[in-house]
């Protein structure tokens, strides 16, 4: 059907209304019903569009129309399709929001319980600090006073020494020296006095049963004096504050007698009993005056 | 999750330390050291003496004293190190029946892990006392050309002593966590380690996490021990010229000298020259001898030079291991006290082409790498992952003596791999596999683990049947090796656990051995802690007696003070429930006295 002939048949009509003017508008309108109905025109009636209509050939007013209506149709088809896209499109993201709601409380709560355990952590490991703090606090001026006599020890050590040394000296050679000798000895003394006011405590080795949290040993030897591992000299004298040792005494120890013993163990302690001999006197740090040990 | 501590478990000491607030704490041990002296002490009063204390009394004690007992851990009693060992110590190694080292002390034979244990135990109840709370999570350390059975060793010691050891690492790495490597990519470091008595080098590449072992060398003997003793034996030279006297055989001079010599050793490390004063080392009939002696840095240098090159070897020797250059090098780190002499930082930046790093305590950065480990395992520590590398290679001997490897070193595990293998002659019924740990081509060379027999083949010309031998090692580094024959489906597997080493319910009874060893210990430390309690409530009650007693009628004052006489008395009883009897009746005194206090006369 070539909608061009069937538009100008609408031309026709509107001619022929317009060329009849004396006719009332009603007939008119009768009329024209009626041609309708001959023409088969109805409002029922649509216009059929060829597969292969050629848009150019359209005449412009009802390429207007057509314009409008197809333009009116794909609004409406887009409009309900963008609808539906819209509504898919929104339960869409709905449910990609959820799952990102999920997956961000589910990080959440790892975070918040990795927090809560890093904090109760933190908590425990502060409590903690506090109380080891709190003990280090009331242990910080014993340690400061063992840091600092462990310093000074070895000048006190030597200071001894010293001493030791005048005294043992022949009573020939003392004699020059004894006022000096008696002032140096006064001076130790008042080193020892300080020690003590500091709370700081020789350890008196000597005839106790050895024991290596308050003494080193340095070497065993027989003895007929005191018992088995038992302390018989002392070679350099220990200190402690109360049950802290600062510094153990370095003793000998007496071994059990070879009796006792299946494996006396000779190169440990020949070499240390000559030595004995020969310095015990002078490095022990006896309150009597040694005996001289010259001639 | 509590917490993870870690733990250095050296030749001559031990350190341990936790994570703690975000930053490793080193804990120090009852004595107050930070390092503990890896000695263990037995008495004949059945006690067990741990670090310096153990250490003091080992001249009274020779055979029952037992130290560097790391160089017997998981070896065989005729192994090379453990002949070596039994020259020089004084105490008595004998072969268990599985061929293992073991110790004897006190007519008891005692496997090297316990004797670790003993010490480990130690550093735990420390680490206890530190953080106020049971510790039973560790990291242990151990020398990086540690094998399998040394490892295990380490970790059942761990077991003993009430730790599940959570992971073995390298020292090296440690160290290398310590200084923070792991976070970005690929970096090659080498790990310079001089401690007391043992010399390690190692190369580490270190990628994503994965710590890998390129090279180690070193010499086991070889410490700071001996740069003193090269201090010492100058000092005697010197004494014996000027004075005519050798002060070699006595033992309080040495002693002195010993601890003369490390102090200037140390003191040498940022001064120039330092002054060695020894008043009254000696005497003669001519008088008293002193030692005053100025040594410079240089002279010392001198001294010990032979020393520190002996180390030069052992590195280039690894960096050729490692089939690199040093410029490849990123960073040198070292570690172990001895490595604060300025001529081995020297000698080592001419080694490796740059200034090596030691910002880290180097006496405690292996045990505070073991610490951040922990700190990974229990998530204080988040941007370190490390990854568990197999140590030495695994395979089995084949044809002719030749080790076949399975599964290569520093290969992450866990991980299976399979290889298959076919018989040597016609009609061969059954397979040996004999599975070694190692590097070396030649199977004799490399240590045995252990073996099993796949029997039943069907007759075959040789090279006919196929036998597929799988390696899979679990993330505990736990192996398991197993043998198919292809045609028949023919099964036989064996997970590697001790042809020597210690059997799982021997370590069970030694568990329980020990645990009731530190609930002695525990139960000592309360007594000690009661009877200090009581002495200061004693001492205190009689200073109130002496100023307020006499506001008391005098029958009261006596009974008084016949409760603080014969709490006196009972203040060095064994017995816990003595002293806590006595202490409910000075307490009980002491508040009476209180009251009188409070009342004006």
């Given at each position: 059907m070539d909608p061009n002939q069937e538009i100008e048949n609408i031309d026709e009509i509107a001619d022929d209304a317009e060329t009849d003017e004396s006719v009332s508008v009603d007939d008119f309108i009768k009329e024209l019903e009626a041609k309708e109905k001959d023409l088969h025109i109805t409002a029922n009636t649509t216009i059929e569009i060829a597969q292969s209509f050629d848009d150019a050939n359209l005449p412009d007013f009802i390429r207007e129309d057509l314009h409008v209506e197809t333009i009116k149709q794909v609004t409406v088809a887009a409009a309900a399709s963008a609808k539906t896209k819209a509504i898919e499109a929104s339960a869409g993201a709905l449910e990609k929001e959820i799952a990102s709601l999920k997956e961000e409380i589910a990080r959440v709560k790892i975070e918040r319980d990795e927090l809560f355990q890093s904090s109760q952590r933190r908590s425990k490991d502060f409590e903690n600090l506090k109380s080891r703090t709190e003990r280090e606090r009331k242990e910080t001026f014993q340690h400061q006073v063992g840091n600092l006599a462990t310093q000074m020890l070895p000048a006190i050590d030597n200071l001894n020494r010293a001493v030791d040394f005048a005294l043992a000296m022949p009573e020939a050679q003392r004699s020059e020296i004894q006022p000096f000798l008696d002032g140096v000895v006064l001076v130790n003394q008042q080193v020892n006095e300080v020690l003590a006011e500091m709370g700081v405590q020789p350890i008196q080795p000597v005839g106790q049963l050895f024991d290596p949290r308050f003494h080193e040993a340095v070497a065993t030897e027989e003895s007929d004096e005191f018992d088995a591992n038992t302390v018989s000299a002392e070679l350099l004298r220990g200190y402690r504050i109360g049950e802290r040792v600062i510094r153990p005494s370095m003793v000998k120890v007496v071994k059990a007698s070879p009796s006792d013993q299946a494996e006396p163990d000779s190169h440990e302690t020949e070499s240390e009993d000559e030595f004995a001999a020969e310095h015990e006197e002078s490095l022990q740090h006896s309150d009597t005056p040694p005996p001289d040990n010259e001639e | 999750m509590s917490k993870v501590i870690g733990i250095d478990l050296g030749t001559t000491n031990c350190c341990v330390s936790v994570l703690e607030n975000g930053t490793v704490q080193i804990i120090s041990n009852k004595e107050g050291g930070r390092t503990t002296p890896s000695v263990v002490g037995f008495t004949d009063k059945d006690e067990r003496l741990v670090g310096q204390i153990a250490k003091r009394q080992a001249v009274t004690n020779p055979?029952?004293?037992?130290?560097?007992?790391?160089?017997?851990?998981?070896?065989?009693?005729?192994?090379?190190?453990?002949?070596?060992?039994?020259g020089v110590v004084p105490f008595e190694i004998v072969e268990a029946p599985n061929g293992d080292a073991h110790i004897k002390v006190l007519d008891r034979v005692y496997s090297p892990p316990e004797i670790s244990a003993i010490v480990l135990q130690r550093l735990k109840l420390a680490a206890e006392e530190f953080l106020g709370d049971r510790i039973s999570e560790a990291i242990i350390t151990v020398p990086a050309y540690f094998d399998d059975m040394q490892r295990q060793a380490t970790r059942d010691a761990g077991k003993i002593a009430g730790l599940e050891v959570e992971r073995i690492i390298n020292e090296p790495t440690a160290a290398a966590l310590a200084y923070g490597f792991g976070k970005k990519k690929s970096e090659k470091v080498a790990v310079y380690d001089?401690?007391?008595?043992?010399?390690?080098?190692?190369?580490?590449?270190?990628?994503?996490?994965v710590f890998e072992v390129l090279s180690t060398s070193g010499n086991t003997f070889l410490g700071g021990e001996d740069f003193d003793q090269r201090i010492i034996d100058w000092l005697l030279a010197g004494f014996k010229t000027e004075n005519g006297v050798d002060l070699k055989n006595d033992r309080l001079a040495l002693q002195r000298l010993k601890e003369a010599a490390e102090r200037a050793k140390?003191?040498?490390?940022?001064?120039?020259?330092?002054?060695?004063?020894?008043?009254f080392i000696a005497a003669d009939p001519s008088g008293p001898k002193h030692i005053n002696a100025n040594l410079t840095r240089e002279k010392f240098e001198e001294l010990v030079k032979d020393l520190v090159?002996?180390?030069?070897?052992?590195?280039?020797?690894?960096?050729?291991?490692?089939?690199?250059?040093?410029?490849?090098?990123?960073?040198?780190?070292?570690?172990g006290g001895q490595t604060r002499s300025p001529i081995i930082s020297k000698t080592v930046s001419e080694v490796f082409g740059k200034e090596p790093s030691s910002e880290i305590n180097p006496d405690e950065v292996v045990a505070m790498g073991a610490a951040i480990q922990g700190g990974v395992l229990t998530g204080d520590v988040k941007d370190i992952v490390l990854l568990d590398v197999l140590p030495l290679s695994l395979g089995l001997e084949t044809r002719g003596g030749l080790f076949v490897k399975l599964i290569s070193r520093n290969s992450t595990i866990p991980l299976k791999n399979t290889m298959t293998f076919t018989t040597v002659v016609d009609n061969q019924q059954s397979v040996e596999i004999h599975i070694l740990q190692g590097e070396r081509e030649i199977a004799a060379g490399n240590r045995s683990l252990n073996k099993f027999e796949l029997v039943g083949i069907p007759p075959a010309p040789r090279g006919v049947p196929q036998i597929d031998v799988s390696f899979e090692i679990d993330a505990n580094g736990i192996v398991n090796v197993s043998a198919q024959d292809k045609m028949t489906g023919l099964e036989q597997a064996m997970q590697i656990t001790p042809s020597s080493g210690l059997a799982p319910e021997e370590i069970e009874r030694l568990i329980s051995e020990a645990e009731s060893s530190s609930e002695k210990d525990r139960e000592e430390r309360e007594l000690i802690t009661k009877r200090n309690r009581l002495d200061n409530m004693i001492k205190n009650a009689r200073k109130a007696m002496a100023e307020f007693g006499r506001s008391f009628p005098t029958e009261e004052q006596v009974e008084i003070n016949g409760i603080l006489n014969q709490a006196e008395e009972s203040l060095f009883t064994e017995d816990m429930a003595e002293i806590e009897l006595v202490l409910g009746r000075v307490e009980e005194a002491a508040s009476r006295i209180t009251a009188a206090m409070m009342t004006p006369a």
């Open positions: - | 055979a029952n004293t037992l130290y560097a007992v790391k160089r017997l851990i998981g070896r065989k009693f005729n192994a090379p190190e453990v002949e070596k060992m039994r001089l401690g007391g008595g043992t010399f390690d080098i190692s190369i580490l590449e270190i990628n994503d996490g140390c003191e040498l490390s940022s001064l120039k020259e330092t002054n060695i004063s020894l008043p090159d002996q180390s030069v070897e052992p590195c280039q020797k690894a960096l050729w291991d490692a089939k690199l250059q040093p410029s490849d090098i990123d960073k040198v780190i070292l570690v």
